[in-house]
């Protein structure tokens, strides 16, 4: 199958094997448990002097692409790419993102702050164009982290941490949902700088995690989530966040230097560390089944037995 088929008829999760090359879904292993630690991917180096993040992991057919943005006024930020060879290259060079998706075409999707808005990329040309742009006539604070569905729904966060990039905002931090009709609807006003999202395997559940250090799962009637409940508290500081074949969440806490592994209900199942702040996460590799970490000024791997999202 090519990606784009595997990707519109199963969603994200069993979008790896064909992101892979492979022709089926590979068998979902079982998931990490204990203390472990990730390894630093040494050809990745800083390619800038400003101080910055790498965010938005997200693995498309045979490499790993992930935003690179300094702190810098306006937050400049470029897409590169980390091939299977190792090799590294800049596909988008003035990208103004943040986190990244893939969509069932198999281009980039992305959360940019440079334009306050949900944009998508040609990953041919990389052309740009706009998914959605405003809620109520003002754009968004700074979109951060995505999250698609099968049915091509797309939910996103929009906290502040990088509203300074460009004028206006919205007056509260948001969970958002774009339907396939292009209608932006608000999930949740009412959360301190939203950050992670994240889909059950289904597509029946979406997980949010924010600065109020809750892990919070909406679950999606009829294409809708309805009212959320905390699963986990006490994170330190969340950031983005990948999910396995069983469900279970990698979310990354950003200070701590680590990501914490949780089942569904919210029961902690592992913990990997890394060298320095982490901010995201995603499922890739030739058989789907390296976890790899962005965070500051470094990605992460780890070889895991499970398979999970490519973002």
């Not at 790993?64 to 091939?83: E, H, Q, T, V």
């Not at 609807?185 to 395997?201: K, Y």
């Amino acid at each position: 199958m090519q990606l784009r088929t595997v990707l519109a008829l199963s969603g994200p999760l069993l979008a790896l094997a064909c992101a892979a090359g492979a022709h089926a879904a590979p068998a979902c292993g079982p998931a990490p448990s204990g203390e472990l630690r990730a390894e630093r991917v040494a050809a990745v180096r800083p390619s800038r002097s400003e101080a910055g993040l790498y965010e938005g992991p997200v693995w498309i057919r045979d490499a790993l692409y992930f935003s690179d943005f300094s702190f810098a006024p306006g937050f400049p930020s470029r897409i590169r790419k980390l091939a299977l060879d190792g090799t590294v290259s800049t596909v988008v060079e003035d990208s103004g993102s943040n986190g990244l998706a893939v969509d069932a075409h198999g281009d980039i999707v992305a959360a940019t702050h440079k334009y306050k808005a949900l944009s998508r990329y040609a990953l041919a040309d990389g052309k740009r164009t706009t998914i959605a742009g405003n809620y109520k006539g003002q754009v968004f604070d700074s979109p951060n982290d995505i999250a698609i569905a099968r049915d091509g729904t797309i939910y996103f966060t929009d906290p502040d941490f990088q509203k300074a990039a460009a004028p206006g905002g919205q007056p509260v931090t948001g969970v958002y949902r774009v339907g396939t009709d292009g209608k932006v609807t608000l999930v949740d006003g009412s959360r301190p700088n939203p950050n992670g999202v994240s889909l059950s395997p289904a597509g029946d559940v979406l997980y949010v995690n924010a600065g109020d250090g809750f892990l919070r799962a909406y679950p999606i009637v009829n294409g809708v989530p309805g009212q959320g409940r905390d699963i986990v508290k006490g994170l330190d500081v969340p950031d983005g966040m990948a999910v396995d074949c069983h469900g279970n969440l990698y979310v990354s806490e950003h200070p701590a230097r680590r990501v914490r592994v949780f089942s569904p209900e919210g029961k902690e199942l592992a913990t990997i560390r890394t060298d320095a702040n982490v901010t995201n996460a995603a499922f890739g590799g030739a058989d789907g089944k390296t976890l790899f970490l962005t965070g500051a000024g470094a990605i992460w791997r780890i070889r895991l037995d499970v398979t999970g999202s490519p973002y």
